[in-house]
């Protein structure tokens, strides 16, 4: 397993991070576990403010919530001088319960509601990235209901294909999210936001995909805008203020994958765009970003126990853990791999191959196929790696498995961020089959 920011095996080859051993999480806050390096993601942060500032371009970074969306890491984002990207109005209202200024927050979605938008009107967020042709109008509907404006991005699908799994794969032209570059929708939206000079268009927006490892896909997604932008300008007379290009770096879950280093990605979207636009001719807009998964996946470590154990003579191993897909859905959706160790012993050398399984009643319920581990015994502590991205914030309660807790953890102090659901908070919403009834008014 890649151990990553303040995570060591000490001298007993027990796993320690952020200065806690995972034995004494285990016994204080119990397990399945989510465990963040604090420092690690504030210093992921830095690491691309420290890229952006090095290419000298005015720019702007937003965290992108959906990765991992909780009161204290939105918190955490604003103190490290990053806007929040939120997606539904429950990421909005995290965001609002963290105390964070609502003029650094950015909504985005394909479909937000009504209710969304209106809410997201009166909280005063700083900016919105409209999707599609009925968005417009009811944005700007209700904004006339309101008495308010807002600043917006247009969101454009620039038809790049990145190679990442399909489902994540977000900016090629047979996509559900933005208006088509190629078929003219970008033109017909400006000229339907004519009627609604209560949105204020500051710029576009482009999102190409997830899990990205290098910069050839934004290079192009640069390309496409930046001659847009220069047709804009000519037919409309619009010189924008803002591009943002979307989020999507990659991580290295496994010692398979080989991202490129955020220095150099940034480097090579910056000139990228910089080149692009000189070629036009026109003046480069405030780049903006929205790294997700890049900043949290790496600094979270998710904690279980180990359970039972099925051997098949000649075929494979399972070893159970208290946790699975209801914590970490993504091997069951996207085959995800990761890493993990015994992380209480991490260097034993008695070996084994087996299949980590989860708990839940469903054969899919399955966190790694195939791992070598020292033989896993009841009461072991089975740590997986790079767990910080869309784990947490896909967790379910399949089979009304309660959700773990989350902690943070800097320098030997651990600070409980989401306290572990109970099998009450999971029944909490339930109502008895005995209750009253509402008479139908038809
Ligand atoms: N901006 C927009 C508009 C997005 O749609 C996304 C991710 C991001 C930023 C952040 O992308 P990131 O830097 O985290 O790759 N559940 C999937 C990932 C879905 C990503 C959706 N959009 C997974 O577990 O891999």
Redo the contacts with the bound molecule.
Sequence with gaps: MILYGNSVLNANGELCIGGWRVSDLKREFGTPLYVYDEDYIRASIQSYHSAFAGTGVDYALSY?C??FCTVAMCQLAREENVWL?VVSGGELYTALQAGVDPAFVCM?GNNKSPEELLFAIRAGIGMIVIDNFYEIELLGDLLEQENATIDALLRVSPGVDVHTHEY?A?GRQDSKFGFDLYSGQVDQAIDRLAAYPRIQLLGLHS?IG??IFDADGFRVAASRLASLCAHLGRRYGIWFRVLNL????GIRYTSDDSPIPVERLVEGIVQAAVASFREYGIPLPRLMM?????IVAQAGTTIYTVGSRKEIQGVRTYVAVDGGMTDNP?LAL?GAKYEACIANRANDPDMETVSIAGKCCESGDMLIWDVALPKPTPGDILAVSCTG??NYS?ASNYNRVARPAVVFVRDGQARLVVERETAADVCRLDRSLRGPTIESLG
Excluded: F, L, N, W
Aim: net charge positive; hydrophobic share 25%.
């Design positions: 992108a959906k990765a990207d985005h994540i977000t999102h997830s899990q979307g989020g999507g770096m929205e790294p997700g998964r890049s993504r996207y991205a869309y896909m």
